[in-house]
Every structure is written in structure tokens, then in C-alpha cells.
């Protein structure tokens, strides 16, 4: 790091000239963007420099991002045939191996640049050196080729001004001679422990499952090679690593995050607050260093609900919300949760996940580093998010129930259409929820049993899904919706049955050790953006016992998550183990005074 720091600070301290001269390239044919961002410099890290840069891109409008697409070559397009890219472009579609493509590789990419080109009016764009920064495949490209050329216009443009900004951030380490090395340590890592699967094309561990406990086994691996003093697997399979205080009495911070995933996953879901947690562990251990309060790092066993109709399991066995019920639940194979930990080598008993629960008294409180899961974060150009809170949550099953009879017969004035009140309904969620800022809802399950194309639907099955900030934002919004629900049955002449199947209670972040992940981010120079989280998380559990904070880390591809596509870059990691190195600093520094 400190090579490219100590080009970042000459970059800082040059003449605006020579500092503009030293970035030229930086953005294809688009000097303007760098000359204005240097304007705001110092730059306290090579993610503030591209944050300002972005933030250049934003304010200059529609039309002046558009031309800035377009200043872009196509990949593999007649530019580089003639020899005529930018010396950038040119090196970087060569790495990528676009000059020695196949005949069939080249038909191909030259179609689907005519036909994104018609289709959008701009180039392709992408950041051929991809997320790790060593390069995508040339099926890879391909691939993403295929699936954006489907998207809507305006995520398009944004995708490509994302993937700007990603080659620019690529470009600025060649310029200053600095990789994230980090970063991409624990990339890899999180690469390598994707390897353990329950299935062959994709990414799957559910709990104990031979991938999941294989999972464990290498995560305690990486805790023993990080430094951590101790190492050992709990009663519910979580993997716990401690990192030793000054001294012995001291009170502990408690991080880390989920290590099992749902079906056919990403990479980074909770596994990233794992191995962030552990790279700066890692790092204090390498300089010897010992801070006054002890880390340790827990990767929870369960939290997703995929083999058990139960979440949270790893967490909750720290906080003592373990239910002894939850021993009974059997999952597809009929195989109970007791027997399944038996077979894993767990002891499977109440009495002994009871043992679990950890003693706030010698504990700081809980941080947690989570992919965002959503697109706040890509859209507005910033790596790192701080959580404001983790909205609570409500769901409804339901069904409305009408007269199903011949849709040919049947004037459209004297039908009881079960399925047109739940798209009225789901059109009145839709409505509630965007006149309350900050809140979400969704009605995700729509379904006509046995239902025909001839046939008025006599019933309507449908779920509701409300989710806030705060406990009381979120029943305000619930009984707006509810009332929705029964107003359309009664006007429609409908029947209407509702469930209530989940209610969490939000967790919002404690005060204190928010403010300390908004100094860790505003330590490196980025602006500190303030978002919920819609997802549950185990933060929400650990809120439970401890003061909590969580750090969202950017997704790639708009965000998404719970997908093959799930992806964060090995830059953003870094500032993420920059960020949570900072916090551990402040934190001493708090504890000594």
C-alpha cells in the first residue's frame, strides 16, 4: 500500500497541471471529469479520488454522461482491428484476450455489439479486468454481454457509467503503482471457500451439509493462519475465533457473519463479514500489535432458513433465543435438527446450545460488515455504506376468495374476480409504500389454484411482505395495508382470509458505534451515506444483547444478491478492512482514555 499512498500524496501536493498530466487516461477521452474532481483535493485515499470523479460524472448531467459512453470503444470492435484505441483500451482488451478471439468468438461479439448498439445507441462497456482486477474470460464477457443487452435502458446507462468508473479505478493503480492487496486476499479467500458446494453447477451450503462443514473446517483454518489465539466449533457449529487482549480481564468486541448460504448463491453473502473481520486480525497480528480490548470472530453457523424452517440459528444460540422446538424441525429428508447435529459431531442437545450464550457484561458490543444486498450504494458511487437500522418486518399469507365462473359468459360487471382484487391490492402496496419514504412492501407470491385460462378466478392466493425502520413506521404502513385488503374485498364482493406468518421487530444501530463506522468511512476520504437495511441480518439478532452497527460493502451488477451474479470488488473489500481497521483504532484509543 504505501507506494501508491505515497503517489496518491505527490498527486495531492503536484501543480494542478502535472497533476492532471499524471492522471490523463484515466477516463476515455475525458479530461474534463479528472480536472474538475482535482479540485477537491487532498484525496485521503484512491477511493476518494474515484468518488470525486464520480460525483463529477453525476452532477454533469444526461447528455454529458451519454458522451462519455460514447466515448468508449466497442470490445473487439473495428477500433481495435485498426489499431486505433487509446493505449488503456488497447492494453486492457488485450489482457482480456479480445485480440486472439476465436472466428465464433468474434461473429459473435460483433452481433451482439450491433445489436446492443441498435438497442441502446451507446457501446458496450465493460471493465474487462473485472472485479479482481486480473481479468475476465472471454466467455465471461460474452456472458455479460448476453444478459445486459435485455436490460431497461435507464439501468443500462447506469451499468455502463458503474463499469467507468471500475475502469478508471483499475487505471488509477496502474498510474499509482498500488494494488489492494488485501482486497484481493480476501477475494480469494472467499473464492476458495465457494469451492465447497452441494452442487456442481453453483453455489450451495446449507446447514451441516458435508459443504457446510467443510466450510467450517477451512474457516478455522484461515482464524488459526489470521492469528487468532483460539479456535473452536460451539454447539450449533459456529466457528469462533479470538484475537487476545493486552490483558486477560479485558472486555471483547464481537464481529463476523453467516458462513452458509441460500440455494445457488453468491460468493460475498455474509462470508465477507468473515473475512474482512479476519484480514484485519490478520494485520494486527503480522505487527505484533495487542489492543485493550480482545476481537472475536464468530462465523454463525445458520441464518438463512434454507434446510430448517428457522432462521438465525448461530446467532440466536449467542443471545440465548434458541429454541429447544427448533431440535424437533425436520427438513426435506425427514432428518430432525438434533440428529442432523449429531451426525456433524454436535452435541444436539438443549442443555449444551444453552452453553452458548455469551454474557454482555464482557462484551464492547457487535459490529457486523455485510454486502449491501441492493443497489443504494452502485447507484450512488460509494463503496462503503454506514446502517442506520435493520427494518422490522411483517408477513401475511392470504387468499381472496370470489365466484369462479366462464369467462366468456360472465359480464365484466357481475364478476367476484378473486385475482383481480390482489392485482388491485398488489397495486395498492405498491402506492402505500412509496407515500411513506423509507419503508418497503411487496406482495411476492400471487396464485390462482387450479386456475384456466377460460375461467374468472375464484380464488386469489397472495403474500404480503412489509418491512421499515422503525417498529412503529412499519405498523403504520401495516395497517394502511391491511385496510387496503379488506376495503377491495368488501367493494369487490370478496372473501378474505389472512395469515400473519413473521414479525420482527427493527433493530436500529446503536448511536455510538454508528458514529464509529461514519469516522472509519469519513477517515478515508468518502463520503458517508446513510441507508437502512432491508434484509434481516445477524446484527439483528445479536441487537438482542449488545449494541450493534453494521458497514455495508457495494455489490456488483446493481447489488444483487442471493444470485450466482453476487459480487463485490476486491477495492471495495479493501476499503471495507481500511474502514473496520479504523474502527478497532478508535475504539482503543476510546478504551485507553
Known amino acids: ?51 470525486a470523479c464520480a460525483d463529477v460524472v453525476a452532477q454533469a448531467g444526461e447528455e454529458a454522461q451519454l ?26 482488451q488485450g489482457r482480456a484476450g479480445l485480440t486472439h478471439c476465436t472466428p465464433e468468438e468474434y461473429d459473435t461479439l460483433q452481433r451482439l455489439n450491433a445489436a446492443y448498439r441498435a438497442r441502446f445507441g451507446w457501446p458496450f462497456i465493460l471493465a474487462v479486468r473485472g472485479p479482481r482486477g486480473t481479468g475476465l474470460t472471454r466467455a465471461q464477457i460474452i456472458a455479460h454481454f448476453e444478459r445486459r443487452l435485455h436490460a431497461h435502458p435507464d439501468d443500462e446507462r447506469r451499468e455502463c457509467l458503474r463499469q467507468i468508473h471500475r475502469i478508471a479505478e483499475i487505471r488509477l493503480h496502474d498510474k499509482l503503482g498500488w494494488e489492494p492487496a488485501t482486497g ?15 452442487s456442481a453447477d453453483g453455489l450451495t451450503a446449507t446447514y451441516l451439509s458435508p459443504a457446510h462443514r467443510a466450510c467450517a ?98 446467532s440466536a444460540a449467542l443471545v440465548g433465543a434458541f429454541d429447544p422446538a427448533w431440535l424437533a424441525l425436520t427438513d426435506a429428508a425427514g432428518i430432525p435438527m438434533a440428529q442432523a447435529m449429531q451426525q456433524a459431531g454436535l452435541p444436539g442437545t438443549w442443555e449444551a446450545i444453552a452453553t452458548c450464550r455469551r454474557d454482555p457484561a464482557h462484551y464492547l ?76 412492501a411487496t406482495v411476492g407470491i400471487l396464485e390462482v389454484p387450479q386456475g384456466s385460462i377460460n375461467v374468472v378466478p375464484g380464488r386469489c392466493r397472495f403474500s404480503l411482505d412489509v418491512r421499515a425502520p422503525t417498529d412503529a413506521a412499519r405498523d403504520e404502513l401495516a395497517q ?41 468511512v469519513a477517515a478515508l476520504g468518502l463520503p458517508v451515506l446513510h441507508l437502512p437495511s432491508g434484509a434481516g441480518h445477524d446484527a439483528m439478532m445479536m441487537h438482542r444483547l449488545l449494541p450493534q452497527a453494521m458497514l455495508f460493502v457495494r455489490g456488483e451488477h446493481d447489488g444483487i444478491s442471493h444470485n450466482p451474479l453476487e459480487s463485490t470488488t476486491s477495492d471495495d473489500i479493501e476499503c471495507a478492512v481500511q474502514a473496520f481497521e479504523r474502527l478497532l483504532h478508535d475504539l482503543a484509543a476510546e478504551t485507553v482514555a
Not at 458522451?67 to 486492457?92: C, N, V
Not at 486477560?248 to 473481520?277: E, F, K, M, Q
Not at 385496510?483 to 369487490?492: F, N, T, V
Request: with cysteine; glycine share 10%.
Open 67 to 92: 458522451a462519455l459512453i460514447r466515448a468508449h470503444p466497442e470490445l473487439a470492435g473495428k477500433a481495435a482491428l485498426a489499431g486505433t484505441l487509446t493505449a488503456e483500451s488497447s492494453g486492457e
Open 184 to 198: 484481493h486476499a480476501v477475494w480469494d479467500r472467499l473464492a476458495a471457500l465457494a469451492r465447497h458446494s452441494e
Open 480 to 520: 394502511a395495508v391491511l385496510a387496503a385488503a379488506h376495503e377491495i374485498a368488501e367493494r369487490r364482493g370478496l372473501t378474505l382470509a389472512l395469515r400473519e406468518t413473521v414479525r420482527a421487530s427493527a433493530a436500529p444501530s446503536d448511536a455510538a458505534w454508528q458514529a464509529r463506522w461514519e469516522r472509519a
Open 365 to 440: 458490543g457487535f459490529v457486523e460488515v455485510h454486502i449491501e444486498q441492493g443497489p443504494v450504494l452502485a447507484r450512488a458511487h460509494r463503496p462503503l455504506g454506514v446502517v442506520t437500522s435493520i427494518n422490522g418486518s411483517l408477513r401475511w399469507l392470504g387468499e381472496y376468495g370470489g365466484v369462479a365462473c366462464h369467462a366468456g359468459t360472465t359480464p365484466m360487471g357481475q364478476r367476484r374476480d378473486a385475482a383481480a382484487g390482489a392485482a388491485e391490492l398488489t397495486l395498492a402496496v405498491e402506492r402505500l409504500a412509496q407515500q411513506r419514504p423509507g419503508t418497503v
Open 217 to 314: 473446517a477451512e474457516l478455522a483454518a484461515w482464524m488459526r493462519e489470521a492469528g487468532c489465539d483460539e479456535v473452536t466449533h460451539d454447539a450449533v457449529g459456529n466457528v469462533v475465533g479470538r484475537y487476545h487482549a493486552q490483558r486477560s480481564a479485558a472486555r471483547w468486541l464481537l464481529t463476523g457473519s453467516h458462513y452458509d448460504t441460500v440455494r445457488n448463491a453468491g460468493p460475498h453473502d455474509g462470508r465477507l463479514g468473515i473475512g474482512v473481520a479476519l484480514a484485519a486480525v490478520q494485520r494486527l497480528h503480522a505487527r505484533g500489535q495487542r489492543l485493550p480490548f480482545g476481537i472475536e470472530i464468530v462465523a454463525f453457523a445458520e441464518e438463512e432458513g434454507q434446510r430448517y424452517p428457522a432462521t438465525f440459528l448461530g
Open 1 to 51: 500500500m504505501s507506494t501508491g499512498i505515497t503517489a496518491l500524496d505527490a498527486l495531492n501536493t503536484a501543480p494542478l497541471a502535472q497533476a492532471a498530466a499524471l492522471l490523463d487516461g484515466l477516463y476515455e477521452h475525458s479530461p474534463w471529469i479528472v480536472a474538475q474532481a482535482l479540485q477537491r483535493r487532498p484525496f485521503a485515499s484512491p477511493a476518494a479520488l474515484i468518488a
